[in-house]
C-alpha cells in the first residue's frame, strides 16, 4: 500500500495563532525545539527569510531525515530530544529570538502501525520516539510490578486509582504482551469496553508513552533553559496536548513572570490560545492543544550589566582621555 507524504498527514497545531502570537521578523533567528514534519518550522523560517539563521530539533530519525530533504543543508538539524539540545545550545552561548517547542505527537508517528503509538492498529509495543533508545512501551508492560503499572498509569495517564490498579493486576496476569491490539483488547475487557468515546485503552497508552519517551521529566528540566536560551525581547511559545505538560509549563512561565527583581518572561496571553472551530474540522486531534507564550525582558540586574559593559567599552575606544572626560562630565552634571 503506498504511503501518503509525512506534510499531507501532520497539520502544524494552531500555526496562524502560534505566527501571530510570536510575530517573527525578518532576520530573526529561529529555535525550533520539537520541529517534526517542518510545518511550524518552514512557515517561521519564510517569514524571517534567513533558514541559517534557524536550529531544528528532533529526536525521530523520520522526521528529521524528511527535515534534511525539505529544507537542505541551511538550516541546523540536530538529531536529539529537546532537553539535549538545550544543554548543547546553552553550553555554545547561542540566544534565540524566537523558541517554539510543540509536545504533542506527530500524525506520522501515530498513524504508523509499525511505531506502536496507536492502539487502533496492530502493531508491535513500541512508543519509542527516538528509535535509538533501549527502553520499549514493551519492556514497561511486561517487567514492571503491578504496583508500579498501576501508579503510572494513574499518574500520567489520569486514571482513576480503582481501573489503573484493575489495569496493572490485568496486564501482570496475562504477560507477556508484544503489540498493541493485544494490549488493548486486555484493557477493554477488564473495564468493560467502550463506555463512550473515548477508548478505555486511551489514558493506558498515552501513560506508557509517555514513561517511554520521558516526556515529562524531559520537560520540566528543559524549561529553566528557555531563558537562557532567549535575546531579550525574544519568544518564547510551548503547545501542550494534556493537563501534565500544561501544569508545568504554566507553573514555569507565571513564575518567571513574577519573580520581583528577577523577573525574567512577561505573559503574552493570560490565558491559553486554543484551536478554534474551523481549525478542529481539518484537524481534529488539535482539540486538547493550549499555547502558551512569554517574552523576555530586560531585568534591573540585566540593564545595569549593559550599561556597564556599554561604559567599558567606550572607555576602550576613546582610552584613558576618554574615560577621564566621561567621569568629568558625570561630576559637572551632577
Given amino acids: 500500500m503506498r504511503k501518503t507524504p509525512p506534510q499531507q498527514l501532520h497539520h502544524a497545531v494552531m500555526l496562524e495563532a502560534t505566527l501571530k502570537l510570536l510575530a517573527p521578523k525578518a532576520g530573526e533567528s529561529y529555535l525550533d525545539l520539537t520541529a517534526g514534519y517542518g510545518g511550524h518550522a518552514s512557515a517561521f523560517i519564510n517569514a524571517t527569510g534567513d533558514p541559517s539563521r534557524a536550529v531544528l530539533v528532533d529526536r525521530d530519525d523520520r522526521a528529521v531525515q524528511y527535515l534534511r530533504q525539505k529544507l537542505g543543508r541551511k538550516p541546523r538539524i ?70 508500579r503499572l498501576a501508579e503510572l498509569i494513574r499518574r500520567y495517564g489520569g ?27 486486555e484493557i477493554e475487557r477488564v473495564l468493560g469496553g467502550p463506555r463512550s468515546k473515548i477508548n478505555p485503552a486511551t489514558r493506558t497508552f498515552q501513560a506508557l508513552r509517555i514513561a517511554t519517551n520521558q516526556e515529562l521529566v524531559l520537560l520540566e528540566r528543559l524549561l529553566p533553559y528557555l531563558t537562557d536560551l532567549l535575546k531579550p525581547g525574544g519568544r518564547v511559545g510551548l503547545i501542550s496536548f494534556h493537563s501534565l505538560e500544561d501544569r508545568l509549563v504554566k507553573r514555569f512561565l507565571s513564575e518567571a513572570a513574577a519573580a520581583g527583581y528577577e523577573t525574567s518572561l512577561r505573559l503574552l496571553c493570560k490565558k491559553p490560545i486554543t484551536p ?32 556597564g559593559r556599554q561604559q567599558v567599552a567606550r572607555s576602550q575606544s576613546h582610552g584613558p582621555r576618554g574615560l577621564k572626560r566621561q567621569a568629568q562630565a558625570k561630576n559637572g552634571a551632577g
Fill in 78 to 147: 540536530l538529531h536529539t530530544d529537546f532537553l539535549s539540545a538545550a544543554k548543547q545550545l546553552t553550553a555554545e552561548g547561542k540566544q534565540f529570538d524566537i523558541v517554539l517547542a510543540d509536545l504533542g505527537v506527530s500524525s506520522p508517528q501515530l498513524d504508523e502501525p509499525e511505531r506502536g503509538f496507536s492502539f487502533q492498529r496492530e502493531g508491535p509495543l513500541d512508543m519509542r520516539m527516538d528509535r535509538r533508545q533501549a527502553l520499549r512501551a514493551e519492556d514497561i508492560v511486561n517487567r514492571y510490578p503491578a504496583t
Fill in 159 to 185: 486514571e482513576k486509582p480503582s481501573a489503573a490498579g484493575k489495569i496493572a493486576r490485568a496486564i501482570a496476569g496475562q504477560r507477556p504482551f508484544s503489540t498493541t491490539r493485544q494490549l488493548a483488547l
Fill in 276 to 307: 478554534g472551530p474551523d481549525e478542529l474540522v481539518y484537524n481534529p486531534r488539535a482539540r486538547s492543544a493550549k499555547l502558551r507564550a512569554a517574552v523576555k525582558i530586560k531585568t534591573k540586574g540585566l540593564e545595569d550589566a549593559d550599561q
